[in-house]
């Protein structure tokens, strides 16, 4: 029926260190007291949206977030060689135990990769922290996560705004936000490194586009002038979460006034993806 109160879900992308400013995002929304009825999140976003399923206030992750430090997530300190993601799993577990993401209090899914196959892994089920860890997992800076029989990584390899989830799980709107609009930015070098790093921009761009596609509304913070491997900069980063926000509510709050929809926004081929 039309009038019916609508299911929301909400996505958090990836974007490495430039996920603090995803914690804004959050203190804005809690401030208008709004509530999602599922949560999904890659990398990044996995991390926050976990601790958002968890019904953690947006000080309570800050705080977390503040003692963060580089060495306590990657690990190895040799170049070159990848460290383990043991020092994520640690950060989950012991912010919210060692649980698994059922016992989450709002229904949650973790966005990987699965390399033995290739494809895109929605996990819903299972030992969070490990799950988080795999969505979370750079190849070459992280050493792939063995999930029962897959080897996971970084879950932005295939959907690092992972809008189209929540709709597989019921959702009639979905608010997704992208905490790295500025991905892609070109290069007047011919060096080898250069080129590579630019071709990886691109491609990384095409793929964030389905989650504007399948988003509602879409909360982009400014965030270009911050490095994704470094975490300085982490109250402007909240800041600037916090006011593309605030700059977005109006549509924000629409969503939460409207009805059920005619019809559904058409999303990926679930084919495509593996549901744990």
């Not at 400013?21 to 890659?42: N, P, R």
């Not at 800076?141 to 390899?157: A, K, R, S």
């Not at 295939?158 to 608010?175: E, L, S, W």
């Not at 790093?197 to 909360?219: E, F, H, P, Q, T």
Request: charged share 25%.
């Amino acid at each position: 029926m039309f009038g019916r109160k609508p299911k929301i879900g909400i996505v958090f992308g990836g974007g490495g260190a430039r996920g603090f400013s995803h914690i804004g995002v959050v203190k804005a929304l809690q401030e208008f007291g709004l509530k999602f009825d599922y949560i999904a999140g890659t990398s990044a976003g996995s991390i926050i949206g976990a601790l958002v399923a968890a019904d953690k206030s947006w000080k309570e992750i800050y705080d977390e977030a503040k003692k963060l430090k580089t060495k306590d997530i990657k690990t190895s300190k040799i170049p070159l060689v990848p460290s383990k993601t043991d020092g994520i799993q640690l950060l989950m577990k012991s912010i919210l135990g060692d649980i698994n993401i059922e016992e989450l209090k709002i229904p949650f899914s973790a966005v990987a990769v699965n390399i033995k196959t290739t494809k895109e892994v929605c996990l819903s089920h299972g030992n969070l922290a490990k799950a988080v860890a795999g969505s979370c997992c750079v190849p070459g800076v992280f050493v792939p996560v063995e999930f029962d029989d897959m080897l996971l990584c970084d879950g932005g390899l295939q959907n690092t705004i992972p809008a189209d989830i929540p709709r597989y799980f019921g959702c009639d709107y979905v608010i997704a936000v992208d905490c790295h609009k500025e991905r892609t930015y070109g290069t007047d070098s011919q060096k080898l490194f250069d080129v590579l790093s630019c071709a990886i921009r691109i491609l990384m761009k095409s793929n964030a586009v389905k989650g504007y596609v399948n988003a509602d509304v879409v909360i982009a913070p400014e965030t270009k002038r911050f490095k994704a491997t470094r975490a300085e900069g982490i109250d402007e980063m909240v800041e600037e979460g916090y006011r593309a926000t605030i700059d977005a509510m109006p549509q924000i709050m629409k969503l939460f006034k409207k009805g059920k929809p005619f019809r559904q926004k058409k999303y990926s081929d679930p084919s495509e993806i593996d549901f744990v």
